[in-house]
């Protein structure tokens, strides 16, 4: 009767983790894996004389080109701009969230700022399967 009770614990345990472990995986799609990038350019040029955009390029290379603010107005940095580029940002993400596309990388950088002259230029990697 013992030797029974262990064999059922051992088989309910090997089930249990065997359904744990597939609960928990994430599921593998069939097919190649295809790549978007968003990359936003936005200005630090003092008196807002630079450009910002938030470029796509599409899978047929077409470029989708957003105006966005730049960081800096005649009167310093403009936090109103800042606040909008936030959210232009993350309006494109989402819709690219609701296309099918995940977020798997970003990747920043500045240029120029030492000079107080420049660009931060923010690149969005995202990935789908076909």
């Known amino acids: 009767m013992k030797t029974k009770l262990n064999y059922s ?20 799609a069939g097919g190649n894996p295809e790549f978007l990038q968003v990359t936003a350019v ?4 003092p008196g807002g004389l630079g450009r910002s955009r938030l470029i796509t390029i599409s899978e047929d290379g077409k470029m989708d080109e957003v105006k966005l603010e730049n960081f800096f107005s005649m009167v310093g940095i ?6 909008l ?11 690219l969230t609701k296309q099918g596309w995940e977020l798997k990388f970003t990747n920043t950088g500045v240029y120029g700022a ?3 002259t420049g ?11 076909k």
Do not use: G
């Open 114 to 116: 030492e000079k107080s």
């Open 78 to 83: 403009n936090f109103e701009n800042i606040r």
């Open 42 to 45: 936005e200005s630090v040029v």
């Open 9 to 28: 614990f051992a088989a309910t345990s090997v089930v249990a983790v065997i359904l744990s472990v597939y609960a928990f995986s994430k599921p593998t």
């Open 119 to 129: 660009i931060f230029i923010t690149r969005y990697i995202f990935a789908r399967n």
């Open 85 to 95: 580029n936030d959210k232009m940002i993350t309006d494109k993400i989402s819709d």
